[in-house]
């Protein structure tokens, strides 16, 4: 039974995945014609947005706080950690990228590194470090991970605000006057409209790497064989001598490390942090955990998510400015994540890993 | 012939219990020797010494004429010792190859990388040399449980083991697969590999064993030549005492329709069909078996009778009654009494005491709560005459039914079922975990119930007791009812076969069944 059965599910996902990707396509195309042969209509309107070369450039960017998060939760998860916490890593990183930069002075180099930079690290580190706190929990302390990753966001939520606060005296931090700026390659970012890719923040080259990167560690290397036996059956692991704890406080910390570089980059990119509401993640980090679940744990499927609600989002913007229409603006606001809902609601089976969320206990004690 | 291995009066405590108690084994080089016991006679405990998960109260450990001091299992497989634990460690998404080199991985590019062509040619070289037949690409949950146990066994190869453990290789397989694995033994003994293989089955020791060593009550009462041995004399080993191994059921002419299933079926709880079109009827001092190999729809069917799961199609009929959508009280209370398959999820309540345990399921009838309260002194004669009846021990009925063993707690909840005086008796698995002796009694019990002219239902993996008790056996594989057969006339094979799925065709009865690939 079981053989047929699992063959079955897999046909159906894939041509669930094809036709989703294909409807995808076709809706696109529409669009595209639409706007072709009217275009002083909302579809010419709609294909000027998305073939502009600004609507990639945002799209780009806005997606790096969601891609990195979203590896970081494939590692963690694969690993058998659940990391809800995502959201509060993305946070701390975003806060401790600004206050350090503010704090070391940012026109300030230190040992020729700019004091950005600096504050770059320092980021990535707090989530690591934050991170660590939240493995030592779950693994050493066999906490419920749920609850655990909840905790993380929720200190997040509240630390940074409070310390903009005792700093600044106010819940966002001042600007920093400066950013991390675009690294420019010459000649190709002259192509229309794919020139953007040559003209972007640093964080976009980092992420174009570090989504590929990731993809190769969990199917090339050892190390990403182990992270998935520890997520689908740590004791297959633990027997042939390789220590599921170890291969899970790595895969956390990498999380950790993955949305620090995610967290850091959203706010130095702006140059300030901004801790009103939800603080300027605002729900980065949940929308990373959708992400990675539509990309099936595949880090490339889980840019591919990732890419397309950032592209949702950087559209939705520019389709604010549009005038005319009378769309009242939260109404198109929510355009991302309705959309969201809608693929969430469609997308066949993801397989999540068999033992994750679950804690290993090593048997040493067993009878 | 050298030795192998020489356990050197190991004894082994836990707290309160001493698991082995100053036992000597021998194994020689290039041997397949069986560990026979009952269950709780220490086998498992002694090999988790040699694989070096415990480590022994007092005594030796010697591999190769040298004594070692395992302190965990990565010390006993650098000794070259592997072992096939009864749960497989696979990984389930993972191709063979993947699983056979987890942890030992070849690498390139300086470390960094998995070399994937080399770890599959290495699997491919390796699983030819023993004449498996594995292919490396396949993923782990597409593939056979005897597949998954050659993996295995790769797995313990691959990893340089001269000395092979496996912990009752045997209880998952067909029949068919069982002979395979059997001659995967002869091939790996052939090429200098020793096996030790623990079992609570008599024939295949006899059958795959060279040296047979019978463990009880956690001491070695005798290691013997297997071509020197009889069933019974090994049976006597086992248990201390005569036992009879074949339950005798007396001929009789079965009575009225009890149950009667017509067309059922029924889904699991992923909603996955896994009943399909079942129907079959039990008549009074008739036992009715069921055979198959564990997960092929056999839970379901029971639940659905007993009122556990709602069947989607067909119907049930007990004592002339349409019972599809009884309540599960309702068929208590008309005489269904039911032996569940998982004793701690669905048989006891692990923190109650044997009294508590002793009516669930009559907490409501009149014998224990004639007005709405429970008459504990009645439940507590109630406990105590099922300790006495059905020798549970200790016989304490204000334990709590966990610190009782599996096999003490299989009794219990027997003898309180038999003594609901039921009309029908449906046993999953009632002997499952419990040794030779209670075995025995309970074979014999469900024997007296059928002379009484009740009517049985036994559900069971293990084919020797399904086709020595029943009068009609009932095979199932991927939810149907292949057949219904006579298990007097019918070889073991033959159910065999229906339960791997195959369908005798009529005009090809008299080949040869064809035995192989188990795929």
């Given at each position: 039974m079981s053989t047929t059965t699992i063959d079955r599910l897999r046909d159906t996902e894939l041509s669930y995945r094809a036709t989703l990707a294909g409807g995808a396509l076709s809706v696109f195309l529409l669009i595209a014609l639409l706007g072709l042969a009217f275009p002083s209509s909302i579809w010419g309107n709609l294909l000027a947005i998305l073939t502009s070369r600004s609507t990639l450039s945002s799209a780009l960017r806005l997606s790096v706080p969601i891609t990195f998060a979203a590896l970081g939760g494939i590692f963690s998860e694969k690993a058998g950690v659940v990391n809800i916490g995502l959201e509060g890593l993305l946070i701390i990183s975003a806060f401790t990228a600004v206050i350090t930069t503010a704090v070391v002075g940012p026109e300030m180099t230190v040992v020729g590194l700019p004091a950005i930079w600096i504050g770059f690290f320092a980021g990535v580190l707090s989530s690591v470090l934050f991170s660590a706190l939240f493995a030592v929990v779950c693994i050493r302390f066999k906490a419920d991970q749920i609850i655990a990753g909840l905790a993380v966001w929720l200190i997040a939520l509240g630390l940074a605000p409070f310390a903009a606060t005792v700093y600044y005296g106010g819940v966002n931090t001042d600007n920093l006057g400066t950013t991390l700026g675009t690294w420019t390659v010459p000649v190709l970012s002259d192509i229309p409209f794919f020139g953007a890719l040559f003209d972007a923040d640093p964080a976009v080259y980092m992420m174009l790497v570090a989504v590929p990167a990731s993809w190769y560690v969990l199917n090339r290397t050892a190390f990403g064989r182990h992270v998935r036996a520890s997520g689908e059956n740590p004791k297959a692991l633990d027997t042939v001598g390789v220590d599921v704890s170890r291969v899970r406080y790595a895969g956390v910390l990498l999380s950790g490390f993955l949305a620090g570089i995610g967290g850091s980059a959203l706010s130095l990119g702006l140059g300030q942090f901004v801790g009103n509401n939800q603080t300027m993640v605002n729900g980065k980090g949940f929308i990373a955990i959708v992400a990675f679940l539509f990309g099936n744990y595949n880090p490339v499927g889980a840019f591919g998510a990732s890419f397309l609600f950032a592209g949702l989002e950087a559209a939705q913007i520019r389709l604010q400015q549009?005038?005319?229409?009378?769309?009242?603006d939260s109404l198109i606001q929510t355009i991302p994540y309705v959309t969201v809902l809608v693929v969430l609601a469609l997308v066949g089976r993801t397989r999540i890993p068999a033992a994750s969320g679950e804690h290993y206990d090593t048997g040493d004690d067993n009878r | 012939m050298s030795t192998a291995v020489h356990l050197d009066e190991i004894t082994k405590r836990f707290p309160g219990v001493v698991a082995n108690d100053d036992v000597d084994l021998t194994v020689e080089r290039g041997t397949v020797h069986a560990l026979l016991g009952e269950n709780g006679a220490g086998k498992t405990t002694l090999m988790n010494i040699l694989y070096g998960l415990y480590e022994p109260t007092e005594g030796t450990v010697h591999v190769d004429g040298r004594a070692r001091d395992f302190d965990s299992p990565a010390d006993a497989i650098d000794a070259g010792i592997g072992m096939i634990h009864q749960h497989f460690m696979l990984v389930d998404p993972m191709t063979v190859a993947e699983n056979i080199v987890l942890g030992n991985e070849p690498r390139k590019w300086f470390g960094t990388t998995v070399d994937r062509e080399r770890a599959r040619q290495e699997v491919i070289d390796l699983s030819n040399r023993y004449g498996f037949d594995v292919?490396?690409?396949?993923a782990i949950e597409d593939v056979s449980v005897g597949v998954q146990q050659r993996v295995e066994i790769l797995k313990a190869l691959y990893r340089g083991a001269d000395i092979l453990i496996l912990d009752e290789p045997t209880a998952v397989l067909t029949p068919q697969e069982v002979e395979e694995l059997f001659r995967v033994f002869e091939e790996l003994t052939a090429q200098g590999k020793t096996i030790i293989f623990i079992s609570h089955k008599l024939g295949e020791a006899m059958h795959a064993a060279d040296d047979i060593t019978v463990l009880r009550n956690g001491k070695n009462v005798g290691t013997v030549k297997a071509d020197e041995t009889s069933n019974e004399e090994l049976a006597e080993l086992m248990v201390g005492r005569e036992v009879l191994l074949e339950p005798k059921a007396e001929p009789q002419e079965p009575g009225d329709e009890v149950l009667a299933v017509r067309n059922l079926s029924a889904e699991d709880n992923r909603g996955i069909p896994a009943v399909s079109d079942v129907s079959f009827d039990i008549r009074e001092g008739e036992v009715f078996g069921v055979a198959g190999v564990d997960g092929n729809g056999q839970s379901q069917l029971v639940e659905a009778i007993t009122g556990l799961r709602t069947p989607t199609e067909g119907s049930i009929s007990y004592k002339g009654r349409d019972v599809t959508d009884a309540s599960r009280r309702s068929r208590i209370d008309d005489g269904m009494a039911y032996i569940p398959e998982d004793r701690h999820e669905r048989g006891l309540v692990m923190d109650f005491d044997l009294v508590q345990n002793g009516i669930l399921g009559s907490q409501h009838s009149p014998t224990f709560a004639a007005d709405g309260r429970i008459h504990w002194s009645d439940a507590r004669d109630h406990a105590e005459r099922i300790i006495d009846e059905y020798d549970v021990r200790p016989p304490h009925a204000d334990a709590d039914a966990e610190s009782f063993s599996g096999g003490n707690q299989q009794k219990f909840i027997v003898g309180r079922e038999f003594e609901r005086e039921p009309d029908l008796v449906v046993a999953t698995h009632p002997t499952r975990g419990v040794d030779i002796g209670a075995m025995e009694f309970i074979h014999e019990r469900l024997l007296d119930l059928r002379a009484e002219g009740k009517a049985v239902l036994l559900v069971s993996s293990k084919l020797d007791e399904v086709q020595g008790l029943s009068d009609r056996l009932g095979v199932m594989h991927d939810g149907e009812l292949m057949d219904i057969v006579d298990p007097r006339n019918t070889t073991e094979e033959e159910i065999g076969l229906l339960m791997a799925g195959e369908r005798p065709d009529a005009d090809a009865t008299d080949a040869e069944p064809p035995v192989g690939d188990a795929k």
């Open positions: 549009v005038p005319g229409y009378g769309v009242p | 292919d490396p690409d396949d």
